[in-house]
């Protein structure tokens, strides 16, 4: 969903609005102090992926932040001049992007588990308890992701 997102043509117009939000959002992470930063990353990617935890509700939901973040980086790879695809793969050179995407996963994998046991009704019981511990793995994972993405904000700042 991702990459179909960021193949979807955008205007020169569109692409600068969503490029102002995009600014807003950065420049808040940027001011704020390592701690602040990665509680905001962190508060953000964690909600979103709790919500993906949710059977049915949680997969349409996740498909649509998917889609909507490859709009993003299409609308930022346009602003520097770079094709949208070399954009998203060139995130994947940063581990906060693994991590994320890997949460995400487990999150998505677990929302259609719990799903099918809660539909053929057996086991869901059990099953809750086992969401219950792949969130808290995800949020580790999803914390630790934003702490790296905050450290390498921080470095390229302390550099530019």
């Given at each position: 969903?991702?990459?179909?997102?960021?193949?979807?043509?955008?205007?020169?117009?569109?692409?600068?609005?969503?490029?102002?939000?995009?600014?807003?959002?950065?420049?808040?992470?940027?001011?704020?102090?390592?701690?602040?930063?990665?509680?905001?990353?962190?508060?953000?990617?964690?909600?979103?992926?709790?919500?993906?935890?949710?059977?049915?509700?949680?997969?349409?939901?996740?498909?649509?932040?998917?889609?909507?973040?490859?709009?993003?980086?299409?609308?930022?790879?346009?602003?520097?001049?770079?094709?949208?695809?070399?954009?998203?793969?060139?995130?994947?050179?940063?581990?906060?992007?693994?991590?994320?995407?890997?949460?995400?996963?487990?999150?998505?994998?677990?929302?259609?588990?719990l799903t099918y046991r809660t539909i053929k009704?057996?086991?869901?019981?059990?099953?809750?308890?086992?969401?219950?511990?792949?969130?808290?793995?995800?949020?580790?994972?999803?914390?630790?992701?934003?702490?790296?993405?905050?450290?390498?904000i921080k470095a390229l700042a302390a550099t530019?």
């Open positions: 969903m991702t990459v179909a997102g960021t193949l979807t043509p955008l205007s020169a117009e569109e692409a600068a609005e969503i490029n102002r939000e995009l600014n807003k959002t950065q420049e808040l992470i940027m001011s704020a102090d390592f701690f602040h930063g990665t509680t905001m990353i962190f508060g953000n990617n964690f909600v979103l992926c709790l919500i993906f935890f949710t059977p049915i509700f949680g997969l349409i939901f996740g498909f649509g932040v998917l889609y909507n973040t490859g709009v993003v980086i299409a609308a930022e790879s346009v602003s520097i001049g770079v094709h949208p695809l070399v954009g998203l793969f060139s995130l994947f050179i940063f581990p906060f992007t693994w991590l994320e995407f890997l949460a995400y996963s487990a999150a998505f994998s677990q929302s259609i588990w009704k057996h086991a869901w019981k059990k099953e809750l308890i086992n969401t219950c511990i792949i969130v808290s793995i995800c949020a580790v994972t999803l914390l630790a992701a934003a702490a790296i993405e905050m450290a390498i530019a």
